[in-house]
């Protein structure tokens, strides 16, 4: 079959037998899917050869690129070994190895990893550990929690009940437990004359007088540390959660950190919340763990939450399953993916890499139609001055046309490439959308 024929096959297959997911799938008739046959680096490729470079790194979960051959190899091996067993009464090599190395990375405060499979999975632990905590302490009263005015944490009930997307959130209201929503710290809406250190601090007092009011009902505030990703790359000053920590402390909640965007040196340090030089909890990690490979996702938590479950009674225990916790092939990719982190000092690389990318992009940031231009670690974002309603939809056709894969969230265009992009793609990067921008602004 000629490639230009494969690749309609596909779409037309696609269209028909698979639901597709966040999408309208009528809008499909008019704004096709892309049909990808391979990957190589930060590249995909179509049937025809046709390429895009994906500079969302497949949503956020790209670190080392497309087939990269370190961790293709080492799934290989393991294929020979065991591909999966039952994590309840068995274990396995991979598993282990992988919680104790991330043990050791978070100084070995959070000593406890317990496995889910994506990312919203690992949310649905985190807080049904805290609930029960507080429940096995005494405090069953302790049930509600708090998240911050726009945040995203995943779309199953629980997560999407601390979710605050009203586009995702709404239709299921009447499935969903209230959830109360404090200031977001994002800096963008600081006062005038205001730092974003100020107003994480002024956020802060919002947070400290909710407590104040609502703690003996409270058992976590779940956050996105430092960026809040979904709802447009917003950036915040780690004060924020500097202080968090402190009031949460001071009126017995938990602390969530969810890195699930932010983890795995996406924020210019492995773990976002190293910044803020605190401890969380609770830390739910998925998408960039196992370098974009395979769906695994796991909470890691204290001595003191672990040993509060400790006990002769069952029921007292964390009974939560799924079926492919702590699969052996995805611990694997997870372990391949710190390999490379440690082989090339990849936090170092990237500090000075983001130091280069971002004076590469400084054309962007003095576009006179770009505003809010940001950047923290290996995320850079912008906001674009337009009323165009669809400019999201018409910006992701038209980058499409020149070979990037960009998907705006509203009028916020974002870059969120996999680390290995040399200087030359980046700076490719930057000049293509900026005639994106161009042809989308006409
Ligand atoms: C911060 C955060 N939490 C949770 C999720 C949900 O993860 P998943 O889509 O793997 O369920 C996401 C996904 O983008 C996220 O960014």
Redesign the pocket.
Known sequence: MPASTRNKALLTRSAHAVWHPCTQMKQLETLPLVPVASGKGVWLYDFEGRRYLDAVSS??VNLFGHANPRINAALIAQLGQLEHVMLAGFTHEPVVELSERLSALAQGRLGHCFYGS??????EIALKMSFHYWRNSGQPGKNEFVSLAN??????LG?LAVTDVALFKDVYAPLLRNSAQVPSPDARLARDGETCREYARRCAGMLEDHLETHHARTAALIV?PLV???TGMAMYDPEYLRAARTICDRYQVHLIA?????GCGRTGTFFAYEQAAITPDFL?L??GITGGYL?L?LVMTTDRVYGAFYDDQVARGFLHSHSYTGNALACRAALATLDIFADDRIIAANRAKAIRFSEAARRLAEHPRIKCFRHTGMIWAFEVDTADPMFARRFYAAALARELLLRPIGNTVYFMPPYVITDAEFEWLVGQTLAVLGQCLT
């Open positions: 949503w956020w994506d990312g919203a999975s690992a949310v945040s995203y944490h995943g779309e199953t997560a996105e809040q990703g979904a969810d890195e699930i965007m932010t739910c998925s998408k769906p996702s």
